[in-house]
C-alpha cells in the first residue's frame, strides 16, 4: 500500500508501465528483426545448395566427356583412370593445404559478419 501511494505521488507508475511497455515491444522487434535474418539466412543457404547440386551435375557430366575424348586417345579405361587421377590429385591438394583453407574461409566468414555488424550499426538497427 505504502509503495502504491508513493509510486503515484512521485508518478512513477506511469513512468514503470511505459519502461516495461517499452521492454516488451523492444523484445517484439528483436525477435521479428530475428525471423527476418532466418528467413534471409534460409534463402541464401537454399539458393547456394542449388547451385551447389547444378555446379555436381556440370563437373560429373564434363568429367565424362573429357574422359570419352581422352579414350579416344587412349583407350576408356585410360581416359576415364586420367579423369579419376585428376580427381585424386585435387583431393590430396585440399587434405594437404586443408589448414589454410579452412584458415582462409573462416577469416572470409568474420570478415562478412563485421562487415554485416557494422550496416547494421549504421542503420541505427544495432
Known sequence: M???TLLKFFK???LIDNLSGYFE???ELLKY?????????LAKVAVVALIVIFL???IIFLSVAVAYVLAES????GGFG?????????????????EPISHKI???????????????EGDGNG
Do not use: P
Not at 587412349?74 to 579405361?77: D, I, K, L, S
Not at 586420367?82 to 586443408?98: D, K, Q
Not at 573462416?106 to 547494421?120: C, D, G, T, V
Open 106 to 120: 573462416e577469416l572470409e566468414i568474420k570478415k562478412s559478419f563485421k562487415k554485416k555488424q557494422q550496416h547494421h
Open 33 to 41: 528483426e530475428l525471423k527476418e535474418d532466418i528467413a534471409r539466412a
Open 56 to 58: 555436381t551435375l556440370f
Open 2 to 4: 505504502l509503495k502504491e
Open 25 to 27: 515491444t523492444r523484445i
Open 74 to 77: 587412349v583407350g576408356t579405361y
Open 12 to 14: 512513477l507508475d506511469g
Open 82 to 98: 586420367i579423369v579419376g587421377g585428376v580427381y585424386f590429385l585435387l583431393m590430396l591438394a585440399l587434405i594437404f593445404f586443408r
